[in-house]
């Protein structure tokens, strides 16, 4: 029946482009809502595992767009937000914005907390009706993306892309930003943090931005790939536990090169320990000196070499064989000597 229907209707040609006058007409900058974050008519995901301060995160976007503040340190367009807060406990967001000091002196955010539809056009329909009257609307963020769409299966590419389609259309239709929030599957790729998200690769593929925050021990790491930009290269993400907002730390490579190098400084004080109390003993050879000690024979002779140069061991030669002993060891027998 729908081919018939389809059959007795016109069909119109694709629109074109002349690729010259895209060329001759670029803006110098794509338009940004976050500063080399997010652009400002687009979608965004942010993904995370439960309880992991994705909502948190996503909050402090909301009340930093509206106060025209910088997010995570990177400049904001100011205006107003809408918040689709579709699970959890209103009390939990007013006491949020209240923290972050949210005024509504410059931007304002409306907060919808109602149960969606059980088909997301229907949904994406009335909420365009509902935002008829927000002309300054610039950022809508969805907690969580599932209960807005409403999938019978999220892992069907089939169902997932054009789901966002839909999306990005709602999104370029109102000029606005669109970030979903979304969980992470319990079983990680260590090597791609992205293939995390849960459900369909049409998710990722569908929006913009991807934002990933993952546990590492204690920490919490945050990394973006974009469509347009550079991505966010994975960064310690610390949080304030009385203001309840976040803010960039070091870079994970930073602060993984700041452990090795204190790894590396107490190995070095171990082994230079385990020379000098052997020595203080007597003096040794050097294949005395490397049964005597642990750690691997370079690093050892390395120490043992820089312990010479700074007067600490004197190096002796016996015959064939060169020995060493502590230096102040020496001293003293000289001074009781005298």
Request: proline share 3%; glycine share 8%.
């Given at each position: 029946?729908?081919?018939?229907?389809?059959?007795?209707?016109?069909i119109l040609p694709f629109t074109m482009k002349?690729?010259?006058?895209?060329?001759?007409?670029?803006?110098?900058?794509?338009?940004?809502?976050?500063?080399?974050?997010?652009?400002?008519?687009?979608?965004?995901?942010?993904?995370?595992?439960?309880?992991?301060?994705?909502?948190?995160?996503?909050?402090?976007?909301?009340?930093?767009?509206?106060?025209?503040?910088?997010?995570?340190?990177?400049?904001?367009?100011?205006?107003?937000?809408?918040?689709?807060?579709?699970?959890?406990?209103?009390?939990?967001?007013?006491?949020?914005?209240?923290?972050?000091?949210?005024?509504?002196?410059?931007?304002?955010?409306?907060?919808?907390?109602?149960?969606?539809?059980?088909?997301?056009?229907?949904?994406?329909?009335?909420?365009?009706?509902?935002?008829?009257?927000?002309?300054?609307?610039?950022?809508?963020?969805?907690?969580?993306l599932s209960k807005l769409l409403c999938l019978?299966?999220?892992?069907?590419?089939?169902?997932?892309?054009?789901?966002?389609?839909?999306?990005?259309?709602?999104?370029?239709?109102?000029?606005?930003?669109?970030?979903?929030?979304?969980?992470?599957?319990?079983?990680?790729?260590?090597?791609?943090?992205?293939?995390?998200?849960?459900?369909?690769?049409?998710?990722?593929?569908?929006?913009?931005?991807?934002?990933?925050?993952?546990?590492?021990?204690?920490?919490?790491?945050?990394?973006?790939?974009?469509?347009?930009?550079?991505?966010?290269?994975?960064?310690?993400?610390?949080?304030?536990?009385?203001?309840?907002?976040?803010?960039?730390?070091?870079?994970?490579?930073?602060?993984?090169?700041?452990?090795?190098?204190?790894?590396?400084?107490?190995?070095?004080?171990?082994?230079?320990?385990?020379?000098?109390?052997?020595?203080?003993?007597?003096?040794?050879?050097?294949?005395?000196?490397?049964?005597?000690?642990?750690?691997?024979?370079?690093?050892?002779?390395?120490?043992?070499?820089?312990?010479?140069?700074?007067?600490?061991?004197?190096?002796?030669?016996?015959?064939?064989?060169?020995?060493?002993?502590?230096?102040?060891?020496?001293?003293?027998?000289?001074?009781?000597?005298?």
């Amino acid at each position: 029946m729908n081919e018939t229907k389809n059959e007795g209707r016109k069909i119109l040609p694709f629109t074109m482009k002349n690729g010259f006058e895209l060329a001759t007409t670029a803006p110098p900058n794509i338009p940004a809502l976050v500063s080399g974050l997010l652009i400002q008519v687009g979608t965004s995901i942010l993904s995370a595992d439960p309880k992991s301060g994705k909502s948190t995160l996503a909050r402090q976007l909301l009340v930093d767009v509206a106060e025209h503040r910088e997010f995570l340190g990177m400049p904001t367009l100011c205006g107003d937000c809408l918040y689709l807060y579709l699970e959890g406990p209103l009390g939990v967001v007013q006491q949020h914005f209240q923290k972050l000091g949210h005024t509504g002196q410059r931007g304002q955010i409306h907060v919808i907390d109602e149960s969606m539809a059980a088909h997301a056009e229907f949904s994406l329909r009335r909420l365009s009706d509902s935002i008829k009257s927000l002309p300054n609307l610039r950022l809508i963020v969805v907690d969580p993306l599932s209960k807005l769409l409403c999938l019978s299966d999220s892992t069907s590419t089939d169902e997932v892309t054009p789901a966002m389609a839909l999306l990005e259309k709602f999104a370029k239709e109102h000029s606005l930003h669109v970030m979903a929030l979304m969980h992470e599957k319990k079983r990680k790729s260590e090597q791609d943090t992205f293939h995390n998200q849960l459900g369909s690769v049409g998710f990722r593929g569908g929006s913009d931005t991807n934002i990933s925050l993952t546990k590492q021990g204690k920490q919490r790491i945050i990394s973006s790939e974009q469509r347009w930009g550079v991505g966010l290269e994975p960064r310690v993400l610390n949080f304030d536990e009385v203001r309840l907002v976040n803010s960039l730390g070091k870079t994970v490579e930073a602060v993984e090169g700041e452990n090795r190098g204190g790894r590396e400084r107490k190995t070095l004080q171990r082994i230079e320990k385990e020379i000098w109390d052997s020595l203080l003993v007597k003096s040794l050879a050097t294949n005395q000196i490397l049964d005597a000690v642990t750690g691997k024979s370079t690093t050892i002779l390395d120490v043992l070499e820089k312990m010479v140069s700074n007067g600490r061991v004197v190096a002796e030669q016996d015959g064939k064989t060169k020995r060493y002993r502590a230096a102040e060891i020496q001293n003293e027998v000289v001074q009781e000597a005298a």
